[in-house]
């Protein structure tokens, strides 16, 4: 006989569903600013806070609501009522069982929590904006130490990925194919990730904190690496912004390039 699906799986699906669909609905910039009037990015903190099955998929909510210039309120709203304080757990330890991750993967677990402090760091400023900096000076930089530790390892991951990308035959395929699966194996590998990391190093190490930029150089050198490859990185990632005439996209890619100028 078919075993009927428990009560509670059956129950976390219909949770992640709800969640899901919540996430579509703030894709519709209209959506966020009901989001925020209805109190969305404070149940989503709470949540947070918790630390129940409702976890992993209010990251997943605040990684949409945060995101672009259609998110600018929900992140100082986000900060004011101290969600940085949730936020900052998930940063520095990935729930070792999948259980604990409600389903995600290590990787997409550390994408929507890199993906929200990358957000915040675009879209907060003044006070705001030093709060979420201070949090990568507070405990003797164990922030950064942490945050250097994901850039190594994702770092590793789509280094491994590009050696097997040179390694494997490429006489079936035309250029153009070549280029689009080599792209998405290094995905795959985690380079979006790897992208927000770097994005968040370049954002702190630039914010005019010495220690902060000492900490990062002192700890790149230890495992023998250098700045370099940060750079490399987001100098790939603005090409991949594109040309467009779109103002707002143009105004990021002068806004990183800025960056990785003071590197």
């Known amino acids: 006989?078919?075993?009927?699906?428990?009560?509670?799986?059956?129950?976390?699906?219909?949770?992640?569903?709800?969640?899901?669909?919540?996430?579509?609905s703030l894709?519709?910039?209209?959506?966020?600013?009901?989001?925020?009037?209805g109190e969305g990015v404070e149940l989503m903190v709470l949540m947070l806070r918790e630390k129940k099955m409702s976890r992993p998929p209010a990251l997943k909510v605040l990684n949409f609501a945060l995101q672009g210039d259609e998110g600018i309120n929900c992140c100082a709203k986000f900060v004011d009522v101290y969600g940085l304080r949730s936020l900052f757990p998930c940063f520095m330890k990935t729930p070792g069982k999948k259980v604990k991750r409600g389903g995600f993967t290590e990787l997409e677990w550390v994408e929507h929590v890199t993906s929200i402090v990358s957000h915040l760091l675009r879209n907060c400023s003044g006070s705001q904006l030093q709060r979420i900096v201070n949090k990568f000076v507070e405990d003797d930089h164990l922030k950064v130490d942490r945050l250097v530790e994901l850039h190594l390892y994702y770092l590793g991951k789509v280094r491994e990925a590009d050696k097997e990308i040179e390694e494997e035959d490429e006489e079936e395929e035309d250029e153009g194919e070549r280029e689009e699966r080599a792209y998405m194996k290094r995905l795959d590998a985690g380079l979006f990730t790897l992208q927000r990391l770097d994005y968040i190093i370049l954002s702190v190490y630039t914010a005019?904190?010495?220690?902060?930029?000492e900490r990062v150089k002192q700890l790149l050198n230890l495992k023998g690496e250098t700045i370099e490859p940060i750079r490399e990185?987001?100098?790939e990632y603005v090409k991949s912004l594109g040309d467009g005439e779109d103002n707002k996209t143009n105004e990021e890619k002068q806004?990183?390039?800025?960056?990785?100028n003071q590197l």
């Open 255 to 260: 806004n990183i390039q800025s960056m990785v």
């Open 208 to 213: 005019g904190i010495g220690s902060i930029s």
């Open 233 to 235: 990185v987001m100098n």
């Open 27 to 37: 894709l519709h910039p209209a959506n966020r600013e009901i989001f925020l009037k």
């Open 1 to 24: 006989s078919t075993r009927r699906p428990s009560r509670s799986s059956t129950n976390e699906e219909m949770v992640h569903n709800l969640f899901d669909s919540l996430c579509l």
